[in-house]
């Protein structure tokens, strides 16, 4: 009886190892027909990198695994400008970069103006509308296919030694701005010095001593670690600047129909997702870099109207083409 009992169990572990080796054999992945490269500048647990990763199993579900996208995060790929380059040629098919690494295309100033949106819903109502739309059209011929477009808050100035509390403290100083016209043009209109930069140089940038401030939102500020070089943050929310997920033109030429359908809705539904982190990060970025010695610097009113005035000559040097849009806007911005 006690045999009997013992050669059932073992048939039976038996049975359940040769299911398990069945399952195995079965569940081979599916071979891609496309593997795609996607690169990102931030790191692994960021909101833009999770909006990746979303949207890549997505794609992959979808496409019955036909379409295998490989996130590259952490800047890997190089900095923004490059990544966008290399997307034009097709070297690089997917990206999630910052609009202002885009050129080619002026009227993308405009998006980016600073002071321009009241708050997030107001740039998201204008990005999610009609405007927002038209701006996908702006991209034809340019080589690079615009998906859908990623929250990146609001970037305010920080520096290492000398405090902003007021414009005037600006007079001087060298802030790290992207590598973009206008943002540099932004920071002399400030009386401070535009140093141009890529964004993984900036935390050595201000170890050595070669700038005193940079700009960013908090979840960048915190996430690179930029609070360990500069405690002191003045939240004067100068821009908004949108960011966008892309593909190369290349690409997605070579993609049946179908597969750019996916990619579309998959992109849109990442983006969404992105959104929800993003909101949730920035108040956790700024709780930890709090505890962790940054001191905070709000502006009043007042001064922060200083720093638009001071900022507005940007719209017309750089918008003079555009100020019809820049008023569409503006008037979105005061409906209810
Ligand atoms: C943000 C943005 C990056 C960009 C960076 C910068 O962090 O998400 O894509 O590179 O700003 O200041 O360069």
């Known amino acids: ?17 040769t299911a398990g080796c069945g399952f195995g054999q079965n569940s081979e992945k599916p071979v891609p027909e496309y593997v795609l490269t996607y690169a990102e500048n931030q790191p692994e647990n960021y909101p833009t990198t999770k909006g990746a990763y979303y949207f890549a199993d997505l794609v992959r579900e979808r496409t019955d695994g036909k379409i295998e996208i490989r996130i590259r995060a952490n800047g890997v790929l190089g900095d923004e400008q490059d990544i966008v380059s290399q997307v034009r040629f097709g070297g690089i098919d997917f990206a999630r970069v910052s609009l202002s690494s885009i050129d080619g295309i002026p009227r993308l100033n405009v998006l980016q103006l600073p002071y321009l949106y009241t708050g997030a819903d107001h740039m998201w109502k204008v990005l999610d509308g009609d405007i927002g739309k038209g701006y996908m059209e702006d991209f034809i011929g340019s080589d690079i296919v615009p998906l859908s477009w990623y929250d990146a808050g609001a970037r305010s100035f920080y520096t290492s030694h000398k405090p ?12 790290r701005v992207q590598e973009n016209q206008m943002m540099m043009r932004m920071v002399e209109l400030l009386e401070a010095t535009p140093v141009p930069m890529g964004y993984a140089e900036v935390y050595s940038a201000f170890e050595k001593g070669e700038i005193d401030g940079a700009e960013n939102n908090w979840p960048s500020y915190e996430s690179v670690n930029h609070y360990e070089v500069a405690k002191l ?12 997920q892309i593909i190369s033109q290349v690409t997605w030429d070579k993609l049946p129909e179908e597969y750019q359908q996916v990619i579309r809705d998959c992109a849109q539904e990442s983006a969404l997702y992105e959104r929800k982190l993003w909101a949730e990060r920035e108040e956790k970025s700024r709780e930890k870099v709090i505890q962790n010695g940054t001191e905070v610097i709000e502006l009043s009113l007042e001064e922060k109207m200083k720093f638009r005035e001071a900022m507005a000559p940007l719209y017309e040097e750089y918008c003079a083409d555009y100020l019809d849009v820049v008023q569409d806007i503006m008037n979105e911005g005061e409906e209810k």
């Not at 045999?3 to 359940?16: G, N, V």
């Open 233 to 244: 943050y003045c939240v004067d929310e100068h821009t908004r600047v949108p960011e966008l």
């Open 1 to 17: 009886m006690k045999r009997k009992c013992y050669l059932l169990l073992l048939s039976f572990l038996l049975l359940i190892q």
């Open 164 to 175: 902003i509390t007021c414009l005037e403290d600006m007079a001087g100083m060298r802030i």
